[in-house]
């Protein structure tokens, strides 16, 4: 018997989420397995580690799994102090978030009000726009611009007295593209002059190859209204616990601890991040097969004649001769899972986040095959 429940009488929706941005992630394995009845899917959506998590970090699950019916720690002590240790700071220092998107959505709660504004780069990550709106404060970006220098003028010159926070992801979301050193002290040295707060989001930090891009504790150190987020959901293999942190001076974080939920981060998402900081072995080989498979793709799309962004994490963007919306349609039907970017105002690119070397392969056949069968 299934219950028919009346229809409600609601109040008005607030006007605020009537114009909000909505956040579409990467679609489910499950979902595509239920919509077409495969079994044999790979998921390159989601920027996720294709090697899974740290056995280590397994582990620790288990063990603390008998533990569950316990409240987890509001303070979360021992990830605090662990990376305190790491990051040479003290732990008055960080705040850990049900991931780094709640960290996000931390600081624009508490420093921001309605009729405030918050400014990204071109194209930056969604959460931004979303969380943004979503507390009735205005979000403003300049247009992508493969000239950076272009795109930061136009960024400083959407910042006014209104504006609270700059999000600089680095490197960026969708994109995969970052900002260097030079370009990114001389951009702190102008946003000090403002006093907005930056956020700079390393979600992608242990993939980076290059020198050029300045660590989080760089530009912590020096930068005082910074707040460097970093999370577990990438290289560390965790997405699906949920668990980030941010960097602030502790005066930033005060104001954040006020509007945290007290019982935010789980006690197996806290277990297993602990945990997986010490599998520095898994962060190696998740490294390695991301330069080897960022190297492989490069590689394939350039022989396929495809454009692509040059990217320092762990996908690419990759730009469809053909309509992008048919070629990820058609790519589902044989299992393979990509992610569109139209939402990001880039509707030609699709994102391919870097698997194993195997479902790269797969992906490039399943691509090739689609692309030669819009020719045909
Ligand atoms: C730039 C960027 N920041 C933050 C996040 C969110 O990370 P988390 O899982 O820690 O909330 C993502 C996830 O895709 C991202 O791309």
Not at 167 to 173: A, D, E, G, V
Not at 303 to 330: E, H, T
Not at 354 to 363: D, F, I
Request: charged share 25%; aromatic share 8%; glycine share 6%.
């Amino acid at each position: 018997m299934t219950i028919k429940a009346p229809k409600p009488k609601l109040p008005p929706i607030s006007p605020i989420l009537q114009a909000c941005a909505t956040y579409v992630p990467g679609k489910p394995v499950e979902e595509l397995q239920r919509e077409l009845g495969l079994s044999d899917i790979i998921k390159l959506a989601s920027n996720e580690n294709p090697l899974g998590p740290s056995p280590i970090a397994l582990k620790a699950i288990e063990n603390e799994i008998a533990n569950i019916h316990f409240y987890p720690d509001v303070n979360h002590f021992y990830l605090r102090q662990k990376l305190a240790a790491r990051l040479g700071v003290t732990a008055q220092e960080l705040i850990i978030g049900n991931g780094s998107e709640e960290v996000v959505s931390l600081l624009i709660r508490s420093y921001c009000s309605p009729g405030d504004n918050t400014v990204g780069c071109g194209a930056a990550f969604l959460a931004y726009r979303v969380c943004s709106q979503v507390h009735g404060v205005e979000y403003r970006e300049p247009a992508l611009n493969r000239d950076m220098n272009l795109e930061l003028e136009e960024l400083l010159s959407l910042v006014d007295a209104k504006t609270r926070i700059v999000f600089l992801p680095n490197p960026n979301n969708p994109t995969g593209t970052y900002l260097n050193r030079a370009t990114m002290r001389k951009l702190l040295q102008r946003l000090q002059e403002r006093s907005v707060l930056v956020m700079l989001d390393y979600a992608y930090w242990e993939y980076v190859r290059t020198k050029d891009l300045p660590s989080p504790e760089e530009l912590y150190s020096e930068f005082p209204n910074v707040l460097v987020t970093r999370t577990f959901s990438k290289i560390y293999g965790l997405a699906g616990l949920r668990v980030g942190y941010g960097m602030a001076h502790p005066d930033i974080l005060e104001t954040m601890r006020k509007v945290k939920m007290p019982f935010n981060v789980t006690t197996l998402g806290l277990a297993a991040a602990l945990a997986a900081l010490e599998d520095e072995a898994h962060v190696k080989r998740s490294y390695d097969l991301n330069v080897e498979g960022i190297e492989y793709l490069e590689k394939e799309f350039q022989r396929m004649g495809l454009d692509f962004w040059p990217s320092q994490a762990n996908f690419l963007l990759v730009r469809m001769p053909v309509d992008a919306k048919q070629v990820y349609d058609k790519m589902l039907t044989e299992g393979v899972i990509l992610r569109p970017v139209a939402n990001y105002r880039l509707p030609e690119f699709l994102r391919v986040s870097v698997g194993t070397m195997s479902q790269n392969k797969r992906m490039i056949a399943s691509l090739e095959k689609t692309l030669r069968g819009f020719k045909a």
